[in-house]
Nanobody, 128 residues
């Protein structure tokens, strides 16, 4: 059974940075496409960033492009989300997700329903 555990969330002032980590266990991490999603109170879960399992191809929501960076370290079974220039509107619970579907060997998905495994989430709060 695949387990994902996020860490690194917290309270930060606008303009600051945080790095989220997603530690995976129970499967072959190098064969997962990984995604980060977020959900703010009263809003639907939205795609933030994704990374493929071959080649590390990345994809970003327009709202975070140029500020956030997704990466992975297969030797450590961990995915990361580096968040810079944070804004109050980035406040949300951030979730990592994994999918082993071969469709995502060279890409990732923006659709939460494509992902098979989810972490419990980590809170990110950005104060103005």
């Amino acid at each position: 059974q695949v387990q994902l555990v996020e860490s690194g969330g917290g309270l930060v002032q606008a303009g600051g940075s945080l790095r989220l980590s997603c530690a995976a266990s129970g499967g072959t991490f190098s064969r997962y496409a990984m995604g980060w999603f977020r959900q703010a109170p009263g809003k639907e879960r939205e795609f933030v960033a994704g990374i493929s399992w071959i080649g590390g191809t990345t994809d970003y929501a327009d709202s975070v492009k140029g500020r956030f960076t997704i990466s992975r370290n297969n030797a450590k079974n961990t995915a990361y989300l580096q968040m810079n220039s944070l804004k109050p509107e980035d406040t949300a619970v951030y979730y990592c997700a994994a999918v082993t579907d071969s469709r995502f060997r060279y890409g990732s998905s923006r659709d939460a329903y494509d992902y098979e495994h989810w972490g419990q989430g980590t809170q990110v709060t950005v104060s103005s």
